[in-house]
């Protein structure tokens, strides 16, 4: 995981353990919030939804014959980001194997 991320995280978590610290009603009452969702409006189901629709028809050749055509600079900069990506998402696969 990148240092970025990694700090990233590590933000998140200390902002919801000072949210609820000895306040285990709070922490109760913001769990039934989000049980009481419809899957739908659920994080979990955004990040899923994106990802359908990011690789619904994604197509390894289309891309092979788009990078030729795209400048360095800008192809960098998207190999950053799918690394960033390819994290993000090993994250997510790492949580539901721990649940």
Not at 19 to 26: I, T
Not at 29 to 49: G, H, M, N
Not at 51 to 79: N, Q
């Amino acid at each position: 995981m990148n240092l970025q991320l990694r700090k990233t995280c590590v933000r998140t978590l200390d902002c919801l353990q000072k949210a609820y610290r000895d306040n285990a009603v709070g922490l109760e009452a913001a769990l039934q919030v989000i049980r009481d969702l419809p899957l739908e409006r659920r994080y979990t189901w955004r990040v899923f939804s994106a990802l359908k629709w990011a690789f619904a028809d994604f197509e390894g050749e289309y891309v092979a014959l788009d990078l030729p055509h795209i400048p360095e600079p800008t192809r960098s900069e998207m190999t950053k980001e799918l690394e960033l990506r390819l994290q993000q998402l090993r994250m997510l696969l790492q949580t539901f194997h721990t649940e």
